[in-house]
């Protein structure tokens, strides 16, 4: 179904925002739960936050207040916008989509497992 593909990414200061994309290609469709992952060197990774159609968006107590994730349906588009970025949010990002809406509807973002369609990553690295 082709692949998802995250840009945005880069270096910044702890405090500064970010603005990461996902072009969704066959994955726009309100069939799909969308969602960010991270994961930084030597640790797990980390559902950041979810987005579907239906019920709206859901995200880690760590990031909550801070990201926004929005989808742009003309463009076929997920971002995630990071505010107050920390060190401890320098991470690859990557998002992924499921038809498993399931995933979309728990309170503190999504699990790690369960999405079977991912991009390839973009590196955010925030400076202190």
């Known amino acids: 179904q082709g692949q998802l593909e995250e840009s945005g990414g880069g270096s910044v200061q702890a405090g500064g925002s970010l603005k990461l994309s996902c072009a969704l290609a066959?994955?726009?469709?309100?069939?799909?739960?969308l969602a960010w992952f991270r994961q930084a060197p030597g640790k797990e990774l980390e559902g950041v936050g979810s987005?579907?159609?239906?019920?709206?968006?859901s995200y880690a107590d760590s990031v909550k207040g801070r990201f926004t994730i929005s989808k742009d349906n003309v463009e076929n588009i997920l971002s995630l916008e990071m505010t107050s970025l920390k060190p401890e949010d320098t991470a690859m990002y990557f998002c992924a989509a499921t038809l498993a809406k399931a995933l979309c509807q728990g309170p503190r973002g999504p699990p790690t497992r369960g999405f079977g369609y991912w991009g390839r990553g973009t590196q955010v690295t925030v400076s202190s």
């Open positions: 066959h994955y726009r469709h309100s069939s799909y739960c």
């Open positions: 987005f579907d159609t239906e019920v709206g968006t």
